[in-house]
């Protein structure tokens, strides 16, 4: 599963698009492996057949999801700004 190769590879970012099946799950891995290795993500990119959820839909069970405002920022925001050398 996705949190086992979180858990193993400490130096692997994911995206939140991974994290379809709502805020309760989001929650679970933030809990797991930290708000720090987790980027916002949409999938915007695949074959329209194959999108699960929106990119509004991504933010809303974002901001939805029972964690802290400083992992929301993290996640919308900070880690994609670190990543690219922004922050």
Sequence with gaps: SVLDLAQ????????????FSGPTFLKSVVDTIGSHRLMFGSDVYAEPSQ????APV?????RQADISEQD???????????LFGLA
């Design 8 to 19: 193993r590879t400490e130096n692997i970012l994911f995206d939140t698009a991974v994290f």
């Design 51 to 54: 999108v699960i959820a929106t």
């Design 58 to 62: 991504l933010l809303d069970m974002i």
């Design 72 to 82: 929301k920022a993290n996640i919308l925001r900070l880690n994609a700004k670190h």
